[in-house]
Nanobody, 123 residues
């Protein structure tokens, strides 16, 4: 059974940085494209970023482009989300997810999801 576990969330001031990690177990990470999504209070889940199996291609939501960076280490079965210049509107529960294919910006194409980690950005 494939399991995803996020870590690294917390409370940070606006302008600060956090790095989230997502560790995959049960199957090697290298077979999955990986994505990060978030859900802010009272809002729908939204796409943040995604990275293909080899890491050759990455995709970002316009709202995080230039501030967030996704990366992966297949040998460690871990995906990372480096978040810089954080804003209060980045406050949300962040989820990592694994996909076998399809459009990586759409949550319905993801097969497995983590439980989420809370990121809170104070103003």
């Amino acid at each position: 059974q494939v399991q995803l576990v996020e870590s690294g969330g917390g409370l940070v001031q606006a302008g600060g940085s956090l790095r989230l990690s997502c560790t995959v177990s049960g199957r090697t990470l290298r077979v999955y494209h990986m994505g990060w999504f978030r859900r802010a209070p009272g809002k729908d889940r939204e796409f943040v970023t995604a990275i293909t199996t080899s890491g050759d291609s990455t995709y970002y939501a316009d709202s995080v482009k230039g501030r967030f960076t996704v990366s992966r280490n297949n040998a460690l079965n871990t995906v990372y989300l480096e978040m810089n210049s954080l804003k209060p509107e980045d406050t949300a529960v962040y989820f990592c997810a694994a996909a076998a294919g399809g459009s990586l910006t759409h949550g319905q194409n993801y097969l497995y999801w983590g439980q989420g980690t809370q990121v809170t950005v104070s103003s």
